[in-house]
């Protein structure tokens, strides 16, 4: 099934979602690449350097491959409510002296995730293709990526977003079901999510506009696929699907608690980030979500100490577990035979 996209230079219709923070790996990508899948290189929360360097890594592969940024909110510091951050660094400290760690309890602002020094990258040595989420940056950066070569997607939860996306003029759109794991791309983190089912989301999206579009979320097997395709998307991004495979850098913790039956179900959650995300239910989320303020990435920054403590001391309950709805088929062994067995019978 040659060239499965408009978009994509891949044989399956199957790309490995940019997973930040560890379960995306060189090896990740190189394994789904040589089974005929689309890898791409998670961008968020890297700084420049270290995105240059993971450039330099995944470029050596020498297969096609997609780049992953997070869009900075240019309001975020003057969204961020002071007082309720304080209180909720109070709230978690007891949580974070379990690990013998002491919270800041001053936000990190004037986060923009190193935006300024990617662009740069990708426009003076461009790569294939180059996703966006949390929301549309300039105009005029769009534009500059699409000069520079790259085919750009944006990723939206709704078909007002893929309205606006259109209008921005990307190349494409990852439509992003409320059923995928880890953070929702949402454009808007105070939005409440309503539960969607990804294929209707899908059929939405491509009724709403006339792009191609790669489905992500729910995506626990080749029946799943078939139905999104079907519902008219031209790939499907798959996550979690690949996270206790060989190549994934996932934690043993988080291994470990996808087939814990004392964890889960998944559940949204900004106890963590401060912004919607999806994940195994614990203790953490039982305790504080209904406390949680809204205020990405100042939370985020506020409990990754935490996060990173409790992960390595194999604490499933301190650390955030993203997981999409289909965690349950997740499979162990190589990410080839994963992609393979998605596009069985296609």
Known sequence: MADSTDLLETDLPVVAAPMAGGPGTTELARAVAAAGGFPFLAGGYLSGSAFAEQLRTVRALGVPFGVNLFVPADDADDQLDTAAFAAYAARLQPEAERHGLTLDPQPVTRD???????????????????????????????????????????????????????????????????????????????????????????????????????????????????????????????????????????????????????????????AFTGRPARGLRNAFIDAHETAAPLGYPAIHHLTRPLRRAAAAAGDPDRVHLWAGTGYRSAATGPAGDVVRELTRSL
Request: net charge negative; glycine share 10%; proline share 6%.
């Open 112 to 270: 923009r995730d190193a935006w300024s020094e990617k662009l740069d990258l990708l426009l003076a040595d461009p790569v294939p293709v180059v996703s966006l989420t949390f929301g549309l940056p300039a105009a005029a950066d769009i534009a500059a990526l699409r000069r520079a070569g790259s085919r750009v997607l944006a990723t939206v939860t709704t078909p007002a977003e893929a309205r606006a996306a259109r209008d921005a003029g990307v190349d494409g759109l990852v439509v992003q079901g409320t059923a995928a794991g880890g953070h929702s791309g949402t454009w808007d983190p105070a939005h409440t999510l309503a539960e969607i089912r990804t294929a209707d989301l899908v059929r939405d999206v491509v009724a709403a506009v006339d792009l191609p579009v790669i489905a992500a979320g729910g995506i626990d097997g080749p029946d799943a696929v078939r139905g999104l395709l079907a519902a008219g998307a031209r790939a499907v991004a798959v996550g979690t699907a690949l996270l206790r495979t060989d190549e994934a850098g996932t934690s043993a913790t988080h291994r470990d608690a996808l087939t814990d039956p004392a964890l889960g179900p998944t559940v949204l959650t900004r």
